[in-house]
């Protein structure tokens, strides 16, 4: 552990080098006018039965085709088709840990070097006990432009590892010296890059833009027990410091509110600027363009996951019972 004015200098440094690389100001002028976001949500509560699933990830075209993938040492993917959760087990998928997709096709890795393919009617396997350097691959997020270009992040538990679907076949794209792992993966439709969170072992995370050949560092967090998230809005990047909520675009930070409670769990999703759905401790919030509230407080502790299948009036968010470890769904609809 580094000593407290060590840690402070480190904290003052990256607050100096970020305002040198990140400048400050309104990141763009053409959604100053987005509706403020409706917050009369109808909400039901799915369960599933498996106290041992840890839902990681979650995608969806359509709130009648969602998709979630769960770490339990066996089969855990589940399908949405508009009614009701179903295990879906045509094939056999250990510890899926991501999952994404473009139109009808669907992706799956999981934490031991392999993916599959979903083509509606079969699954292919694509990649099976892939390694890098003599370690398996274990994957911890998925996105792509198109379904001949997707990229996979995680890590060889010990270098960050960043793989590429070409449309054809996977293959390895950069593997950083850096010990530690990529745990986060977005694409802005905005600036056409990538955005990756880098987590090292000396608890530090660093936020990277990829144009595709260069990693960019965009921001830096000193090590601690918690650090930014990313997430993408209206196709912008997103970022959480600590307790503010910030916009990236054009190498600028446009601040845009901030969650000064001590329950905000610190991940962010949304449809616009002014219509942000909140991750907090103890339920689920929402601002406005104006303030924010919550939309939903549970009564006992939840963990929300960090990722959430969101449509235009429809939102997936999965969580855990701290008490039970029971694996929940919030299925929020806008009537």
């Known amino acids: 552990m580094k000593p407290a004015s060590l840690l402070r200098t480190t904290f003052l440094l990256v607050a100096v080098l970020l305002t040198f690389s990140c400048e400050e100001g309104a990141v763009t002028q053409d959604d100053s006018n987005a509706i403020p976001g409706r917050r009369d949500y109808a909400w039901v509560i799915d369960t599933i039965n498996n106290p041992f ?35 879906d087990n045509r ?24 993916i599959w393919k979903f083509t509606g009617s079969s699954y292919i396997q694509e990649l099976n006990d892939f390694e890098v350097n003599g370690n ?9 432009s198109s379904s001949t270009e997707i990229f996979a992040v995680g890590e060889n538990f010990i270098n960050p590892v960043l793989m590429k679907y070409s449309g054809m076949k996977w293959f390895i794209d950069k593997v950083l010296p850096d010990l530690g792992n990529f745990i986060q993966l977005k694409y802005s439709t905005k600036s056409d890059r990538y955005y990756i969170v880098q987590w090292l072992t000396d608890y530090s995370i660093k936020i990277l833009e990829y144009n595709r050949k260069e990693l960019k560092e965009i921001y830096e967090y000193p090590p601690s027990n918690g650090g930014p998230t990313i ?30 409670d001590p329950n905000f769990g610190g991940v962010v999703w949304g449809r616009n600027r002014n219509d942000v759905l909140i991750r907090m401790l103890d339920g689920i919030a929402h601002y406005n363009g104006t303030d924010w509230k919550y939309l939903l407080k549970s ?28 694996p929940i769904i919030y299925h929020g609809k806008l009537e």
């Open 299 to 326: 009564s006992e502790p939840i963990m929300l996951a960090p990722n959430c299948a969101l449509f235009s009036k429809e939102v997936f968010i999965p969580a855990k019972i701290r008490r039970t470890g029971y």
């Open 53 to 87: 699933l840890r839902f990681t990830n979650i995608w969806g075209n359509d709130s009648k085709n969602v998709w979630i993938a769960g770490a339990m040492m066996s089969d855990g993917l589940y399908k949405y088709d508009g009614s009701k959760w179903s295990l």
């Open 136 to 144: 398996l691959v274990s994957f911890y997020a998925m996105t792509g």
């Open 231 to 260: 997430s993408i809005i209206d196709g912008y990047l997103y970022l959480v410091i600590e307790k503010k909520i910030f916009r990236y675009f054009n190498s600028k930070m446009e601040f845009i509110f901030e969650v000064n």
């Open 91 to 114: 094939v056999y998928i250990s510890d899926p840990s991501t999952v994404w997709g473009y139109e009808n096709d669907l992706w799956v890795g999981n934490d031991n070097g392999c």
